[in-house]
């Protein structure tokens, strides 16, 4: 293996960039080229290349983003694409890949294996956390503290006025940010995908919370709420049923996607890129990298994006006790 590209592709997350960096520099130290692709598979299909060195990524480790900058590429999806991104690959000899992103990004690196047989070593790159293989993906562990501060801000402005907020945060899929954001942030009340809490209990709760004394109240809904409503039908909900409450909503949004990435997404990043290039060196291929029990270990590629693993329950559980 004498070049290695690196991409990002999917929906950017902080740390991505402390990931390029670590790919960048593991390259340099075993004196393997690296190049960079541009905006993910599309890149790859356009030959959008730059040459990366080890002094070329300094001072981007704090930085949120990515400089590769990150993209869907719909003409990846087709095999006309794939042969044009392979052509690019023996082009400019590239021998092996690795891939930072999401499940849509290793099951286009699965497919382009399959097909021309190009090593692919993925690195998981989402704040919504939903990749099986890995306790923790690079870019969530910011988002949670993005989400919470923004959450601590609002309770400030909740508690002025004895309203009570519906905070929508990230997660169509999985409720992870939601149910660590919600305890983190001390929510009375978290609605997630995986768990259908009922819209009754959730009343139930809320009365309680004001007969015994509360002044405000934070809600946190994970988009993709089992219950089937969004944020807006959700406070609209409550606000029929407990016209006592004074609601408002608080869609969170992409500010959970920027930002500088916390210490911990910038170390989780640069283990998973060393790890990720000493593989390609070894020749072993279609794995991603993982975190567990603090260990870096790998999973199938084919595996990873076989969905999350199961919510913590006993998160749940807490959750339950605090709002007592
Ligand atoms: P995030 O979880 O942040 O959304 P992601 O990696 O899951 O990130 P996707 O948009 O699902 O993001 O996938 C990224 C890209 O991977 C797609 O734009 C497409 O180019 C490629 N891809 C996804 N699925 C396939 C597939 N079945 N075949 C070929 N390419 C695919």
Do not use: W
Request: contains cysteine; hydrophobic residues 35%.
């Amino acid at each position: 293996m004498k070049k290695i590209g690196v991409m990002t592709s999917g929906g950017d997350a902080p740390g991505m960039n402390a990931a390029i960096r670590s790919v960048v520099r593991t390259c340099a130290y075993y004196r393997v080229q690296c190049v960079g692709i541009y905006r993910g598979y599309q890149g790859l299909i356009e030959g959008d290349f730059v040459p990366m060195t080890a002094r070329g990524v300094n001072n981007i480790i704090q930085k949120g983003g990515t400089i590769l900058k990150s993209a869907r590429s719909d003409e990846f999806r087709t095999k006309e694409g794939r042969e044009k991104a392979y052509d690019n690959c023996k082009k400019h000899n590239i021998d092996g890949l690795v891939v930072i992103g999401g499940d849509g990004s290793f099951t286009g690196g699965v497919v382009f294996n399959e097909e021309f047989n190009i090593p692919i070593i993925g690195i998981p790159g989402t704040i919504d956390n939903d990749i099986f293989g890995t306790t923790h993906t690079i870019g969530y562990d910011t988002a949670l503290n993005t989400a919470m501060e923004a959450i601590d801000k609002i309770r400030d402005t909740a508690s002025s006025h004895n309203r009570l907020f519906f905070v929508e945060v990230m997660g169509r899929d999985a409720g992870f940010i939601a149910l660590n954001v919600g305890v983190g942030a001390g929510a009375e009340e978290i609605l997630i995908p995986e768990e259908n809490l009922g819209l009754e209990r959730m009343l139930e709760s809320l009365k309680k919370s004001k007969y015994s004394g509360k002044s405000s109240s934070i809600v946190v809904v994970s988009e993709g709420d089992k219950s089937g409503k969004n944020v807006y039908e959700l406070a609209e909900y409550v606000e029929k049923n407990l016209p006592e409450y004074e609601v408002r909503v608080s869609v969170l949004g992409h500010i959970q996607r920027g930002g500088s990435p916390s210490c911990f997404d910038r170390v989780l990043a640069s283990r998973m890129g060393v790890k990720a290039v000493e593989l390609l060196l070894d020749g072993k291929y279609s794995l991603m990298v993982g975190l567990k029990d603090d260990k870096i270990v790998t999973t199938d590629l084919i595996n990873a994006i076989k969905g999350a693993g199961d919510i913590n329950m006993e998160l749940i559980r807490v959750s339950d006790i605090m709002t007592t």
